[in-house]
């Protein structure tokens, strides 16, 4: 089964850590870029960060760079994000999500259905 | 950092034309993408590179690019399409993606 899941959201005091984790199945995970978004309560969609198919490159939005790391290991067909210095602002449904790939005019675009991070004291 | 704005809302009646669009300085050297949310669901990409639809995607969704705008269009909107859209893209590097500010889109 193609899919992507989610795990490792929770509630936690303002100033922890927290990592989430994304399982991959149904495709060959280490041939795509991947993604997590998140989505506060009511509010838009944010990107969060990337990692290349082979892990070399990453890069972060402006608002969790130096507090957040995406991680991936493809000999498990994992995704992984290490949330530390975690704010109220960080509240959201986090989604793990494959980068787009377009072959032979077929487009590759996959979705989890997220887990929720909630930083209260 | 770089942002692509669109306008919070559109309302249609059933059978009209949505017209959504998207606002950005880098749209002009890359690809738009547009997701279709309804509440509750994950994003659904509806738009890839600007202007081709995914299979299954009806033929009524429809991508255009101009200079700095990118525009989703929603010809004889069904009540079925009420959700919330969003651009996608990336910045000049491509290394950083952005979603665009969301637009509501209300068919009643």
């Known amino acids: 089964q193609v899919q992507l899941v989610e795990s490792g959201g929770g509630v936690v005091q303002p100033g922890r850590s927290l990592r989430l984790s994304c399982a991959a199945s149904?495709?060959?995970?280490?041939?795509?870029?991947m993604h997590w978004v998140r989505q506060a309560p009511g509010k838009g969609l944010e990107w969060v960060a990337v990692?290349?198919?082979?892990?070399?490159?990453?890069y972060y939005a402006d608002s969790v760079k130096g507090r957040f790391t995406i991680s991936r290991d493809n000999s498990k067909n994992t995704l992984d994000l290490q949330m530390n210095s975690l704010r109220a602002e960080d509240t959201a449904l986090y989604y793990c999500?494959?980068?787009?790939?377009?072959?032979?005019?077929?487009?590759?675009?996959?979705w989890g259905q997220g887990t929720m991070v909630t930083v209260s004291s | 950092s770089y942002e692509l704005t669109q306008p919070p809302s559109v309302s249609v009646s059933p059978g009209q034309t949505a017209r959504i669009t998207c606002s950005g300085d880098a749209l002009p050297k890359k690809s738009a993408y547009w997701y279709q949310q309804k509440s509750g669901q994950a994003p659904v990409l509806v738009i890839y590179e600007d202007t081709k639809r995914p299979s299954g995607i009806p033929e009524r969704f429809f991508g255009s690019t101009s200079g700095t705008m990118a525009t989703l269009t929603i010809s004889g909107a069904q009540v079925e399409d009420e959700a919330d859209y969003y651009c996608y893209s990336t910045d000049s590097s491509g290394n950083s993606y952005v979603f665009g500010t969301g637009t509501k889109v209300t068919v009643l």
């Open positions: 990692i290349w198919y082979d892990g070399r490159n990453k």
């Open positions: 999500a494959t980068n787009i790939v377009v072959v032979g005019g077929n487009v590759f675009d996959l």
């Open positions: 149904g495709f060959a995970f280490d041939s795509y870029g």
